[in-house]
């Protein structure tokens, strides 16, 4: 059972990231922010359910939350500032754009690059939770919408570079992958600071 919030009585968003360890392509992030008594018995972390389950529950998402944002950051902005820092700028851009002001960041993984509201010099007040998309509701509506839309993008340029198999693969480094690679070359949308 998956917790509705880390701390009580503030507004808090959840943050996920979908792309990081891909070759190719953006790395997607979303911010949450759910409603304090928000129930969901089948809301999880994104890795852990079907797609079709996946884009279910997007919808639901989409119209329980409170607010919603999915940020992007592109392959060349990756190799400029690092897959890690370009998660964070992601889930920088996603809040960016939410039209509540959350008080409150619950972040999945460990680390995460301070957020400054409009350029304030105040950073907002935030905690990294390990495998927090299998702990807190915000954080796995986070990762679901995250996901889904990197899925859609990935789909959008297979359509484009057939031959990479992005339909199946969405950009991660598998066998069939890494042999287009080989056999083709890189596209403008694969991350050229990576090991193919």
């Excluded at 119209?63 to 999915?70: E, K, L, Q, S």
């Excluded at 350029?119 to 702990?135: E, L, R, Y």
């Amino acid at each position: 059972m998956l917790l509705p919030y880390y701390k009580k009585g503030v507004v808090e968003a959840g943050c996920d990231e979908a792309g990081r360890g891909c070759l190719a392509g953006s790395v997607y992030a979303a911010a949450v922010i759910l409603p304090p008594d928000y129930h969901n018995d089948i809301l999880n972390d994104s890795k852990q359910l079907s797609e079709k389950t996946r884009y279910q529950l997007r919808t639901e998402i989409e119209r329980d939350a409170i607010a919603w944002a999915v940020g992007v950051c592109t392959a060349q902005e990756i190799d400029e500032i690092n897959i890690l820092h370009a998660s964070y700028r992601a889930m920088h851009r996603a809040l960016d754009q939410l039209n509540v002001r959350p008080e409150f960041l619950i972040i999945d993984g460990n680390k995460f690059d301070p957020y400054y509201p409009d350029g304030g010099i105040m950073a907002m007040p935030h905690a990294t939770i390990v495998k927090g998309d299998g702990k807190y509701l915000s954080i796995a509506a986070a990762s679901i919408l995250a996901k889904t839309y990197r899925d859609d993008y990935m789909a959008q340029l297979a359509e484009e570079y057939p031959q990479y198999d992005w339909l199946q693969n969405k950009g991660y480094p598998t066998e069939k992958h890494r042999e287009a690679i080989k056999k083709y070359g890189p596209t403008p949308y694969h991350r050229m600071t990576f090991r193919f």
